[in-house]
C-alpha cells in the first residue's frame, strides 16, 4: 500500500521554528523527486521547495529562502522541512509530494504560527 505520511505540524509562535517529516512507504521512494508544498487558508496552493532523488538538486521558493531547508534521508524513506523564523503567513497545510509517475500525495498536515 502506497503512503505518504506528513507530521510534526502543529502551532507555533511568530520566529519559532518547525520540523515536518514526510515518511514514503509502498513505492520505490529513491526514485522520485519530492516536493513540499502548501496551503493557506483562501489561497491557491503554492511550491515551497523541492529537493531532487538524490539529494543533490535542491529549489525553495523566494519566499522561504533563507528560512526552511529541505532535506531527505533515502535509508529511511523520509524527506524533512526544516522551518525557522517562522511568520503568520506561513500558516497553511503542508503536503509533501513525490514527482514521479504516478505522482504520490500525503494527506497535510497543518502548521499554524501565531503572533
Known amino acids: 500500500q502506497v503512503q505518504l505520511v506528513e507530521s510534526g505540524g502543529g502551532l507555533v509562535h511568530s520566529g519559532g521554528s518547525l520540523r515536518l517529516s514526510c515518511a514514503a512507504s509502498g513505492f520505490t521512494f529513491n526514485n522520485y523527486a519530492v516536493r513540499w508544498h502548501r496551503q493557506g487558508p483562501g489561497k491557491e496552493r503554492e511550491l515551497v521547495a523541492t529537493?531532487?532523488?538524490?539529494?543533490?538538486?535542491?529549489y525553495y521558493a523566494d519566499f522561504v529562502k533563507g528560512r526552511f531547508t529541505i532535506s531527505r534521508d533515502n535509508a529511511k524513506n523520509t524527506v524533512y522541512l526544516q522551518m525557522s523564523s517562522l511568520k503568520p503567513e506561513d500558516t497553511a497545510v503542508y503536503y509533501c509530494?513525490?514527482?514521479?509517475?504516478?505522482?504520490?500525495w500525503g494527506q497535510g498536515t497543518q502548521v499554524t504560527v501565531s503572533l
Open positions: 509530494n513525490a514527482k514521479g509517475e504516478p505522482d504520490y
Open positions: 529537493i531532487s532523488a538524490s539529494g543533490t538538486y535542491i
